[in-house]
């Protein structure tokens, strides 16, 4: 049974599938919440706009869960006149449920587009995607609301689904699936990390799209946006990364993380959308090596993490589109300690920390020695670590340092909405502290 890490290594697997339609008119549709992560692989990967495609319930009214149609935006409805019939409702009794699903429908489309147009479908290619199906009925009903806003064609796609549902979908014109299980207990169960999406997560992944398909540098011409893998040297050994750089970005943040998980962790991607949509880049890093992070004593070793922090650093100040750019540190657990170890350095050229759910303690021989503004978030349901930082906060006596505690949230901020403050309250702290200037061109501080 296949089991993906997350919705984006679900987007990944997804996007093989569809390589027929590049270079055709598509518009990519993910259903909310949990498709839209994976719709935005696609979308990127497809070079095509991204939009959601909601849709309600029309339930019986003495039996709401059982449903006789469903409506969409643009005033679309789909109505199962049999089950209407059978069920004895009236047009007046359709017309309620209608208007109360109605107003919250455009309640919620408003609060995930904010004030952003619908995506024109006439004649173009919707690619309806879902995390995963199991009776189908939403995808179906989404792929008839597609068809009657002008879709020329429609495809179904997702990363799973039950083998005999995939036989009945006629409402699509092409279904797409990577894995069709012929026992499926639930899509859940084919995740690793299938923790809930939030209506902030999507505005995030909606606006990043919308921004990007928008800036003509996006397809890759000269000038534009960098948006990269990347290995930097970093002494004896290579480490990778991803780079994004919005055109006219004033700073680069710069990811920390104790394993080698950083670049593809779904909650620091989360963050760098947040800090790339507010015009920040981001250099999302594995500091060790595939090798290393099987060994736990590297994950704690905060002084090996730190200085490839600091090589990290150098090689941004060695690029053109990065070198003006002041760096911010962005670190996670044992990452924190590496940011703030890094940070106390006599030479770094770092200008604001952020720790989410971190390990401040870890650099607590060099708090002292911390001269850049510094960010302690922490979930207020993490008793321990919340603590830990308290009391780092105080040793953090040299600079300009806040404790920001959001409420309810344990250390992964795995709960509805928390992730999303934890990734506001970074995005405003280097956005206020990354403008500030422009850094000068950087010299080497390391020769290997």
């Known amino acids: 049974m296949l089991v993906f890490e997350d919705r984006l290594d679900a987007g990944r697997h997804l996007v093989g599938k569809l390589d027929f339609l590049r270079g055709e008119d598509v518009v990519v549709l993910g259903l909310p919440r949990g498709g839209v992560p994976v719709a935005a692989v696609v979308a990127e990967a497809l070079r095509a706009p991204l939009d959601v495609i909601v849709v309600r319930k029309l339930g019986v009214p003495f039996q709401p869960e059982l449903a006789m149609g469903a409506i969409g935006e643009g005033g679309m409805r789909v109505v199962d006149r049999t089950m209407v019939a059978r069920a004895r409702v009236t047009e007046e009794e359709l017309e309620a449920v209608e208007r109360r699903e109605r ?165 620091n991607r989360y963050v760098a959308d947040v800090l790339n949509a507010a015009g920040l880049g981001t250099l999302l890093l594995d500091l060790l090596t595939s090798e290393e992070e099987h060994d736990r004593r590297q994950v704690f070793a905060i002084p090996l993490l730190a200085g490839r922090l600091g090589f990290a650093t150098d090689w941004l100040g060695s690029r053109n589109d990065t070198a003006a750019c002041r760096v911010g540190y962005f670190g996670a657990s044992t990452g924190a300690g590496a940011a703030l170890w890094a940070a106390a350095e006599p030479d770094a050229r770092v200008a604001a920390v952020v720790s989410r759910g971190g390990r401040p303690d870890l650099a607590a021989p060099r708090l002292k020695d911390v001269r850049v503004p510094t960010l302690l978030i922490v979930g207020g349901a993490d008793d321990v670590v919340l603590e830990l930082n308290r009391q780092a906060r105080e040793e953090l006596s040299g600079c300009t340092s806040e404790l920001a505690v959001v409420p309810g949230a344990t250390h992964l901020f795995e709960e509805p909405g928390t992730l999303a403050q934890a990734a506001l309250l970074a995005r405003d702290w280097f956005v206020r502290r990354l403008a500030e200037g422009r850094a000068g061109a950087a010299t080497g501080r390391r020769s290997g």
């Open 103 to 267: 107003a919250v429908l455009d309640a919620r489309v408003e609060r995930l587009r904010r004030g952003r147009p619908r995506v024109d479908l006439r004649g173009r290619v919707a690619v309806v995607v879902d995390d995963g199906i199991a009776t189908g009925s939403t995808a179906r009903v989404a792929c008839q609301v597609a068809r009657q806003l002008g879709a020329g064609r429609v495809v179904l796609a997702v990363p799973v689904a039950p083998a005999d549902t995939l036989t009945h979908l006629p409402e699509a014109d092409t279904v797409v699936c990577v894995s069709a299980p012929r026992y499926f207990r639930a899509v859940g169960a084919h995740y690793e990390d299938f923790s809930p999406t939030t209506d902030d997560e999507v505005v995030t992944l909606l606006e990043q799209a919308d921004r990007r398909f928008r800036l003509p540098e996006a397809a890759g011409t000269s000038g534009g946006d960098t948006d990269e893998d990347v290995v930097i040297p970093a002494g004896p050994v290579a480490i990778e990364g991803h780079l994004r750089v919005p055109q006219g970005a004033s700073g680069v943040v710069v990811f920390a993380h104790g394993s080698g998980s950083s670049r593809h962790s779904p909650r």
